[in-house]
């Protein structure tokens, strides 16, 4: 278990972390979402005791890292996968790290087998690709068989199997027993493998939830209309207090009803329907909804197209309300 209280960290007048407390439980996978300069690897490296807090605390499994005895035995961590002496192979950078904390020979060839790495086991780290860089670190973190893991942007540089793997693992981690921290920019892995989520935001924690609330919190799920009739099917929608959207393809999003209400408005009316799904918002749309606020770097974007805008505003389909 991973208890942060108050934790706080300063760069110079930099304020990086603010007051941050979660703890993260074993038996789950826990997500830490944020935006770039949200705190995120500051808050991990002080968890591993490679930042002082300025103020506050955090310990794993009770005791702050630098009083572990084994910390590798305790503590499995993948932060910097390029972090390896490129002269090195893996089998020997491994080594070093097992016999610095008593940990059995045969056990660097146990992990090395897990992540895929035998065949490349005695070559020079310096020629690693990217992925092969990232699964050796992960047989880092695995190699003392600890009871908390900390994954930083753990599928960073894996090809389609790799992350498929990687998913799998985690997900195995945690139905074991473990504490498992993971942290990533890829919402559509995190939706799929996280069971829980703390997000933060300029240095504060702004959501320490469930992931299915999280997404019900921060987003709202529509029901998405196509209809060759639509000027008129707009109109009686809204009537009924529905809040309805065009959007570019002039189809509907419709908030508030659901989507057998609208089937049945439409036959009501003799009305002919080509589509109509409810749409489940995702992970992606509630982070993005949450932390727009606080995003710190903004990238220059060509020009957006219109936002969707209610029916009353919006110019009538083309033709006399037929869809070309």
Not at 25 to 30: H, K, W, Y
Not at 34 to 63: C, E, F, Q, W, Y
Not at 132 to 139: E, T, W
Request: charged residues 20%.
């Amino acid at each position: 278990m991973i208890e942060a209280r108050g934790l706080t960290k300063r760069f110079g007048s930099k304020l990086a972390v603010n007051q941050v407390s979660f703890t993260v439980l074993p038996g789950q996978v826990t997500g830490f979402l944020g935006p770039n300069g949200a705190g995120k690897s500051t808050t991990m490296r002080m968890i591993l005791g490679l930042d002082r807090p300025t103020a506050g605390h955090v310990t794993v499994n009770g005791r702050h890292y630098s009083r572990l005895a084994a910390p590798l035995r305790e503590v499995g961590a993948l932060l910097d996968a390029k972090s390896v002496h490129g002269g090195r192979s893996a089998h020997h950078h491994l080594l070093c790290l097992a016999q610095s904390n008593g940990i059995p020979r045969k056990r660097v060839d146990e992990v090395l087998d897990m992540v895929g790495l035998q065949a490349v086991a005695r070559k020079p780290t310096r020629g690693f690709s990217l992925g092969m860089g990232q699964r050796l670190g992960i047989a880092a973190a695995l190699l003392g068989d600890p009871a908390v893991l900390m994954f930083d942007e753990p599928v960073n540089g894996l090809d389609p199997e790799g992350i498929h793997w990687i998913r799998g693992l985690m997900r195995k981690l945690a139905a074991e027993g473990r504490t498992v921290f993971v942290s990533s920019h890829l919402m559509s892995e995190m939706a799929i493998t996280a069971d829980h989520l703390v997000v933060i935001g300029q240095g504060r924690i702004l959501a320490d939830t469930d992931m299915q609330d999280f997404i019900d919190r921060n987003a709202t799920s529509h029901v998405l209309v196509r209809s060759p009739q639509m000027s008129e099917l707009g109109p009686l929608m809204a009537a009924r207090g529905w809040r309805v959207e065009m959007v570019a393809d002039h189809s509907l999003k419709v908030f508030g009803a659901r989507a057998a209400e609208i089937g049945d408005l439409a036959a009501d009316h003799g009305m002919r329907l080509h589509e109509l799904a409810t749409v489940q918002p995702s992970l992606e749309e509630a982070f993005m909804q949450l932390t727009g606020d606080v995003v710190e770097y903004h990238a220059g974007l060509p020009e957006p197209p219109p936002p969707p805008t209610p029916l009353g505003d919006a110019p009538a389909p083309p033709g006399n309300g037929d869809l070309p």
